[in-house]
């Protein structure tokens, strides 16, 4: 698996969400405070324009919800706990795992070469096991847990 500056840039951003709706950072939309992009970009060092189109994936994947205006910003649609990594990546990246390109589960070999896509599965479902069970309630605990 390799984690792109997107996916990278992805979770901080719904993290510093996720932090904003509150100290658990456990509420949906309508909890705590819309958090502005400019604002998420310059917390976590992220340039806008990129962070835009980041955003706008997570609000198209069903992640974000956005409110538009002077007093508006982004919210997590639902608790940060109901959230995984899993989610945010694939919503940014689209599958977890790759070969040349594309989903592990297109991988086709013939010859010496054949037990490789069963290899390339096994990573993946690894990866899903861990990504899809760690939500952002779980990072936001683990931080509070280290301060």
């Keep these: 698996m390799y984690v792109s500056a997107r996916a990278d840039y992805a979770l901080r951003a719904m993290l510093a969400v996720a932090d904003a709706a509150g100290s658990t950072g456990d509420g949906g939309f309508g909890a ?9 970009a310059e917390r976590q060092d992220i340039p806008l324009s990129f962070l835009q189109g980041i955003l706008l994936d997570l609000r198209r994947a ?5 409110h538009r205006g002077n007093e508006g910003g982004y919210a997590l649609t639902r608790p940060a706990a109901e959230i995984s990594v899993g989610d ?16 592990a ?13 069963d290899v390339w599965l096994a990573v993946d479902g690894a990866i ?10 779980d990072l936001l605990a683990d931080r509070a847990a280290a301060s």
Aim: hydrophobic share 50%; charged share 15%.
């Design 32 to 40: 705590g405070e819309l958090v502005k992009a400019a604002s998420l």
């Design 128 to 137: 899903a096991l861990v990504v899809d069970r760690t939500t952002l309630a």
């Design 62 to 66: 069903g992640l974000l919800h956005s």
């Design 88 to 103: 945010v990546l694939r919503a940014v990246g689209g599958a977890l795992t790759s070969v040349r390109g594309m989903p």
């Design 105 to 117: 589960d297109h991988a086709g070999y013939h010859g010496v070469a054949a037990g490789l896509r």
